[in-house]
């Protein structure tokens, strides 16, 4: 495995620090709005500012042809799906908890790749996947009584986690020509309409105006970590290998958690500071190249 550059290592960082600080305030705006119409204001927002940015930069929006396929199923398995099963899990299980069990997916991704494109695991990336599973281990295990009560919570995760790794791999395995920002413009656009009609008939009509905390945290989510976020997200797809660019994923919840200690002043166990190490040792491994014997 070559080395990983320090452009796709800034990337990684900026995307973990965007997407782990986000976790905390799916609580704030799922205390005043219903799973769907936060998710549908999400979007809203993130289709405006990949909007300006695309017109500023006067990028193309064209879709390459027979794409359009590609393109949709992506679209429903890293966005729409992603963006409904992962609020869902917020409603059952702590936010830090369900971000653990959604980034299950390079676990996902290493199983699926093995399984169906028979996919070879070097003892290296093998180990980095196993402390990586390690550390979701860890943090899992002080909340196995949580999870036990609300079973829907555990199920909503881990689909969102096994979706988001079926969608990275429609992304990787196809081309893409000519299309940059507009990649990420086009999923949030397909998604947009079924979750908006999902949030009139599930929710209704909103009958008041959230608090300015709860919109400024939705408005937030759409335009940073789910605009810029999975925009980051799919350049990385593209810069490394499957495998590598999902387990550079795994020290988000790490991320999340530390993040709910902070603003949401939750304890830090022993477990989970062991989950930390873990997670810096399978990003050394998976991401920093070993020695040619």
């Not at 005043?32 to 940015?53: D, G, K, N, Q, Y």
């Not at 980034?103 to 093998?126: E, N």
Request: charged share 10%; hydrophobic share 60%.
């Amino acid at each position: 495995m070559t080395g990983v550059s320090p452009r796709v290592l800034a990337l990684l960082g900026i995307l973990t620090l965007v997407w782990g600080t986000n976790w905390p305030l799916f609580r704030i705006a799922l205390d005043e709005l219903p799973v769907w119409s936060f998710r549908t204001l999400v979007l809203l927002a993130a289709i405006v500012m990949l909007l300006a940015i695309l017109l500023a930069r006067r990028e193309s929006f064209a879709v390459p042809k027979g794409r359009w396929p590609a393109l949709a199923a992506a679209s429903a398995m890293n966005i729409a799906v992603w963006n409904i099963a992962t609020s869902l899990a917020v409603l059952y299980i702590p936010s830090g908890h369900a971000s653990v069990l959604a980034y299950t997916m390079p676990l996902w991704v290493a199983a699926i790749g093995f399984a169906v494109f028979g996919q070879r695991l070097t003892g290296r990336l093998l180990a980095a996947i196993l402390i990586g599973a390690a550390a979701v281990a860890a943090l899992m295990v002080p909340n196995f009584r949580d999870y036990a009560e609300a079973p829907l919570g555990l199920f909503w995760g881990l689909f969102a986690g096994f979706c988001w790794a079926i969608g990275t791999f429609i992304v990787k395995r196809t081309t893409w020509p000519g299309m940059g920002l507009s990649l990420t413009f086009w999923q949030v656009a397909i998604s947009l309409p079924p979750i908006a009609l999902g949030a009139l008939l599930i929710d209704g009509l909103p009958s008041h105006w959230p608090s300015a905390r709860a919109l400024a945290a939705t408005i937030y989510t759409g335009a940073i970590p789910m605009a810029l976020g999975t925009a980051t997200w799919f350049a990385l797809v593209k810069l490394l290998p499957t495998q590598v660019a999902a387990l550079s994923s795994i020290a988000i919840p790490i991320v999340a958690i530390v993040s709910g200690i902070l603003i949401l002043h939750e304890p830090l166990s022993w477990l989970q500071a062991a989950a930390i190490a873990s997670t810096v040792i399978s990003l050394w491994l998976a991401l920093v190249p070993g020695r040619q014997g």
